[in-house]
């Protein structure tokens, strides 16, 4: 599956790509309100994207988490502090893998644009 994103900002890249996330793996709407610090570093800004996809696919099989939206989002060179809000459910496990297969982040004009391939 690819997911193709459009923003004003870098950060909000990372919002935007946890939006589309959050779509292929809803939460469950009685699971609890949970947040997580999510902290993540790579050599550059698209290695970056693909951390940050990975993290939040990581949440979602072992803490049984579901994110729907990032807060907070502090870019800092090559790496990324967010604050993540979603609920505690079991997720439908939709998502394998994050891939660098055609992954770009860049700025074109005056926003920023994203392709990720996620294996599912």
């Known amino acids: 599956m690819e997911l193709s994103i459009e923003a004003e900002s870098s950060e909000a890249i990372f919002e935007e ?3 589309a996330l959050a779509e292929l793996l809803p939460p469950a709407p009685e699971g609890e309100p949970v947040r997580h610090q999510v902290r993540v570093s790579a050599s550059d800004l698209p290695a970056l994207l693909a951390e940050w996809l990975e ?3 990581y949440l979602s099989e072992t803490a049984a988490f579901t994110a729907e939206r990032a807060e907070r989002v502090e870019l800092a060179g090559s790496t990324l502090e967010a604050v ?3 609920r505690r459910s079991t997720p439908q496990t939709l998502v394998k893998g994050v891939t660098y297969h055609g992954l770009e982040l860049e700025r074109v004009g005056g926003s920023w644009r994203a392709h990720v391939v996620l294996d599912v």
């Open 17 to 19: 790509a946890t939006l």
């Open 84 to 86: 993540v809000a979603g």
């Open 55 to 57: 993290e939040l696919v």
